[in-house]
Structure formats: C-alpha cells, structure tokens
C-alpha cells in the first residue's frame, strides 16, 4: 500500500501544479490507474468490498430478527429478547441452522441502529418553547406554591416568566397573551410537552388533537404548534434550563412576589435584534385579557 506522503505529492503535483496524470504516473514511477485512486482518495482507502458479503444461512431469517427487534421496543426492558433468545427462537420454531455468533453480531448492529441520535442543536430566530414550572414563593408573608409559565426565545435565551395559583387552562392561556405583549409579537413556532391543557389525546399516527381553549389560541395568533415526544424533556431543553434556573436563582431564601403586572425593569430588558425581527406583531384578542392580576416576574428580575 502506498504511503499517505506519496498520496499528498502525487495530488498536489496534479491538482495545485496542473501536472497531467500520464506524466505524474512517469514521475512517480506508478501505474496511471494508481494516480486516479490517489486524486479520488486524500488517503489510502484501504480494502474496499464490491458488495456486500452473501449470507445464506442468515439473509432468509433477517426479517423476523428485525420484527423481533421492533415489537421489543414495546415491551420493558427486562422483557425484551437477548441475542441469544433470539437464536433459540429461530433455531427452535422456524428452523434456523446456521450458529449463534451470526446471530449476535446482527443483533448488535441492528440494535446500535436503533439508538437515538444526537444533533447539534441550531435554534433558528422567532421560534419558541413554553412550558410550566413549580416554585415556593413568600406572597404578603404568607407561603404559597406557584405554578409559573416560562416562555423562551432559544435563538437569543430572551425569557418571559410569569406565575399562577395553578396551571389550568386559564393561566395557559393568559400565559401566552403577556408574553406576546412582552415580546411585541408573535412567535413563529412554540414547542411544547404534551400537556393536557394543550393536548386532548394523541392520536395513533402520532398528531395531535388539541383542546378547544387551545385551539382557539392557536387560531387566532396563527403560530405553528409543535410538541416534544412523551417522556421525553430533552426535546424542548431550553426552556426546561429556563424553568430550572427559576427555581435555583436564589437558593437561600424563597421568592418574594407581588400581585402585579410585568416590571418595569423586566420591560425594559429586551432580547436580541434576530428575534425580534422574526415574530410578527398582531392584535390581542378581548376574550384573554386577565380579569385580575396575577403573579408576573422576568428572570431579570431573580437572577
């Protein structure tokens, strides 16, 4: 095999010095068909198959193995096959006579398929995440638990916090109408966990048949809804950092609130040009405006 040095004299001769392949194949002392593999390969490739190796005692069971695979994703962990109850099977009820080491290895491949990927996370301006949160807060010398809506902008981590009695339906909603007014538009998209406020039932294709409060909502500011799989928190991260950091900001001592509207200070902080260029403004509808104050508070404010 030729050495990776030879590789990186021979293209740069042809590439970078317009050396033509017959003449670096002379210079070089190579045969021509080597100077082709070296300009498509910026290193030695390696052993190289055609196709993909034959398995005739494996390739006729593959398919079981793979519905074998699949219906254990449904089952609990300590009810799912191993590699070698997966062999027994084969070799028992479906005649399988090939050995167990063939078996395994595809298990393991197949299986390290199946495993969930992770991408780099790239937050594109004027989408959102929302989601409620619980904190103790000290309201009038009185403690009180409170349930807090947290709304995130990840593209520029602008943040609106605002708390409720409890996360109903109401204070969803409300919830959405002050941090439209505090971030002076509307979102793009909001990604949210499938909360029962939000989602009737998730029907078998995987979509969601949303409430008719929330449907409301959703038709009169016109944003998409998107939602994060069940169980699954990692799925809207941002604002489960938001919702966290409410709760940690002061470790020492509770919270102290107010029944009062957004803060001045928390007005005044503002996010990031991006984001505010994405959402689009638009009217407020009547139906959510609050009757009564309620808890509002900015992370700029317990940070």
Avoid at 4 to 23: D, F, K, P, T
Avoid at 33 to 47: I, N, Q
């Amino acid at each position: 095999m030729k050495r990776v040095e030879l590789y990186g004299r021979v293209r740069y001769a042809v590439i970078i010095q317009g050396m033509s392949r017959r003449e670096a194949a002379r210079i070089f002392g190579i045969d021509r068909r080597t100077v082709d593999k070296m300009l498509a390969f910026s290193v030695p490739p390696g052993y190289r198959r055609k196709k993909t190796p034959a398995r005739p005692k494996l390739d006729p069971f593959v398919g079981l193995i793979d519905q074998i695979l699949e219906d254990d994703t449904k089952r609990l962990k300590k009810q799912r096959h191993t590699s070698k109850r997966i062999f027994e099977r084969l070799r028992d009820e479906y005649g399988f006579a090939g050995g167990i080491t063939i078996v395994k290895d595809y298990v393991f491949a197949a299986r390290q398929r199946q495993r969930e990927m992770f991408v780099p996370l790239i937050h594109p301006p004027g989408h959102a995440q929302a989601d409620f949160g619980e904190a103790d807060a000290i309201i009038a010398g009185i403690e009180y638990r409170t349930h807090f809506f947290v709304m995130t902008l990840p593209h520029s981590d602008a943040c609106f916090v605002c708390a409720y009695p409890a996360a109903t339906t109401e204070a969803w909603l409300d919830g959405h109408n002050r941090a439209f007014a505090f971030f002076d538009g509307i979102p793009l998209s909001i990604l949210y966990d499938n909360d029962k406020c939000l989602v009737a039932r998730i029907l078998p294709d995987g979509t969601r048949q949303r409430t008719r409060a929330f449907s409301g909502l959703q038709s009169h500011y016109l944003f998409e809804d998107r939602y994060g799989r069940p169980g699954k928190g990692n799925d809207k991260g941002n604002v489960e950092g938001a919702t966290g950091r409410s709760c940690t900001s002061r470790p020492q001592r509770k919270c102290c609130c107010l029944f009062m509207g957004v803060s001045r200070r928390a007005r005044q902080w503002r996010y990031r040009l991006y984001d505010r260029v994405a959402i689009a403004p638009r009217a407020w509808p009547s139906y959510l405006e609050p009757s009564v104050a309620l808890i509002c508070l900015s992370l700029a404010e317990v940070a």
